[in-house]
């Protein structure tokens, strides 16, 4: 009855650019106009508000009410065409005297969308110095924020052009509960496109951010968890989520002591590493996705990998102790070190310890299966396909390697599947994951490598 009675309590309001605040904003017909409106306005838990498709603010949209357990506030689109958008720029004229007025800092500027390097423009004392012509001036940060509120939901926005060095989130979810961003895009921040700060109970599904700010100090990183020593195992969950012109930077990272269980599953990084571990007490899993020419690095112990594909100059750097890397394929063309320094598929740093390799598949060129930096290490390799032009080991050859198949031909198909006669069917001999790769089943005894056959 409670439940009942909260869903008929909960209204949906809409937004809308050719609305107005003195609307009721009940009906696409009686919309309001501002995100000013929205911000100033107490919601109940279980209100939508929806903004129009095809629809662009120039404000910060940050959240004035919380909703409650199972009846989240939402923040999502209605209509047909373009999701919402909302901009952390301003256009600005440069006139012929080649200066504007602006008040507010200018963080970074742009033309047709593409940030211009900080010797072509100045900005000081409320005077922007430019070129004349068009542009985009980006003065705010944070232009969706869940504001310390809890239980809410964002679907369907996109935010653009909050560039800053140190501030420049497009989507910041800081001192919050149970907040799941949907289908949301991010493009051109600063610091970080979506960032998750002192929360609890976060899902970030199917987004895509593209292109940061260049040139930051200490760099960018479009995907970021974080939980100050204040907290304590807070999880998060960024599921089914991407990252292009990434332009070197990391894709995601995590930090703080705060932070407690974290799954990355089916991340999809075009050029950026995956940096994961950073806190000591977060145990981390990254299950399936794929990192194209850019590594893992792994610091934190007790961590998991399953199902991961790397192709091209990329590998997996191995920091951490106690951790299981399985299922997992690597296709290699290494170069210039491989993001390492050794071009080796696999490193194992000096302090990693008792960590285990196993049912992955290895085909990589120009440097070695495995680098163990030290002797001593207890790394174990269980029944994997690791096949190299040169050889298995680069360092030390001191792991546990259990029935490899390292000569040889595994005859594999396309994808990489073992195909009928090869040697690697039902030939595994030691304890392996249920399924594989792809999810299939592992029958008994398994296959070799991170595939069964189809």
């Known amino acids: ?204 599904l199917r987004l895509k951010c593209a292109t940061a700010m260049p040139a930051i100090p200490g760099g960018a990183t479009f995907y970021v968890s974080f939980s100050d020593a204040s907290r304590k195992n807070d999880s998060h969950q960024w599921i089914d989520c991407s990252a292009d012109d990434v332009d070197g930077y990391q894709v995601f990272y995590d930090h703080g002591e705060g932070l407690g269980p974290i799954l990355i599953q089916n991340m999809t990084s075009h050029g950026g590493k995956f940096s994961v571990g950073s806190s000591a007490t977060a145990p981390i899993t990254v299950k399936g996705g794929l990192i194209e020419d850019a590594s893992l690095e792994v610091f934190g112990d007790h961590f998991k990998a399953d199902g991961l594909t790397i192709k091209g100059n990329g590998a997996i750097d191995l920091f951490c102790s106690d951790s299981v890397i399985e299922n997992c394929l690597l296709v290699l063309e290494p170069k210039n070190g491989a993001h390492t320094g050794y071009n080796s598929a696999f490193v194992l740093r000096d302090d990693a310890r008792r960590n285990t390799i196993r049912y992955c598949t290895v085909l990589t060129g120009d440097g070695p299966c495995v680098t163990m930096t030290k002797p001593g290490s207890g790394l174990k390799l269980l029944d994997n396909v690791l096949l190299s032009k040169k050889g298995l080991y680069g360092g030390a050859t001191d792991a546990d390697a259990q029935n490899n198949f390292t000569t040889g031909d595994p005859k594999l198909g396309g994808d990489h599947v073992p195909q009928l006669g090869s040697p690697l069917i039902g030939a595994a001999k030691t304890p392996g994951p249920p399924t594989d790769h792809a999810g299939r089943k592992r029958p008994a005894p398994p296959s070799q490598g991170a595939f069964e056959k189809k």
Not at 52 to 59: F, L, P, Q, S
Not at 71 to 81: E, L, N
Not at 145 to 165: M, P, Q, T, W, Y
Request: glycine share 10%; charged share 25%.
């Open 1 to 204: 009855m409670n439940l009942l009675l909260l869903l008929l309590a909960a209204d949906i309001y809409y937004v809308g650019p050719k609305g107005s605040d003195a609307n009721d904003g009940r009906s696409e017909a009686k919309a309001w106009q501002t995100v000013a409106k929205v911000n100033a306005t107490a919601f109940k838990p279980g209100d939508q508000i929806l903004f129009a498709r095809g629809g662009e603010w120039r404000d910060s949209l940050k959240v004035g009410s919380s909703g409650a357990p199972g009846k989240p506030i939402t923040y999502a689109a209605y209509g047909k065409g373009e999701k919402p958008k909302f901009w952390g720029s301003d256009p600005v004229e440069i006139g012929a005297d080649g200066t504007a007025k602006i008040d507010k800092p200018v963080a970074a500027l742009l033309a047709d969308h593409k940030f211009l390097a900080p010797a072509s423009w100045s900005w000081a004392n409320g005077v922007l110095k430019a070129k004349p012509g068009s542009y985009t001036a980006c003065l705010r940060v944070d232009p969706v924020h869940s504001n310390g509120k809890n239980h809410l939901v964002f679907k369907d926005l996109v935010a653009d052009e909050s560039a800053d060095v140190r501030d420049g989130y497009c989507f910041r979810v800081m001192g919050s509960d149970d907040v799941r961003i949907e289908d949301c895009e991010a493009y051109r921040a600063g610091r970080h496109h979506f960032g998750t700060i002192n929360s609890s109970n976060f899902v970030g």
